[in-house]
Nanobody, 116 residues
Framework: QVQLVESGGGWVQPGGSLRLSCAAS????????MTWYRQAPGKQRELVAD???TRGTTVKGRFTVSRDNAKNTAYLQINSLEPDDTAVYYC??????????????WGQGTQVIVSS
């Protein structure tokens, strides 16, 4: 069984920055792609950015995804936060285990509120 736990969310003023973390734990063989999604109130969940095993950092505008394979943790750095960034941010990981093969797992989400 694999567990993903996000952390680092909270309230921040427009223009500020946050770094979210997604820590994976459990019995697994290898973590493949780790992906950040977000879901704003009343909207569908949308992809933010992802990162593969071999890539150290992915940058998409104000969003930077990185990972520390030794800690089985992915990070999402968000700069110049805007009110439209208000959402619950979810981590998804594609994980291979010898018993289940490759499967996707989700964390419980962490709330980000951008407001003055």
């Amino acid at each position: 069984q694999v567990q993903l736990v996000e952390s680092g969310g909270g309230w921040v003023q427009p223009g500020g920055s946050l770094r979210l973390s997604c820590a994976a734990s459990g019995s697994f063989f290898i973590i493949n792609t780790m992906t950040w999604y977000r879901q704003a109130p009343g909207k569908q969940r949308e992809l933010v950015a992802d990162i593969t095993t071999t890539r150290g950092t992915t940058v998409k505008g104000r969003f930077t995804v990185s990972r520390d394979n030794a800690k089985n943790t992915a990070y999402l750095q968000i700069n110049s936060l805007e009110p439209d960034d208000t959402a619950v941010y979810y981590c998804n990981a594609n994980v291979y285990t010898q018993t289940t093969g490759s499967r996707d797992y989700w964390g419980q989400g962490t709330q980000v509120i951008v407001s003055s």
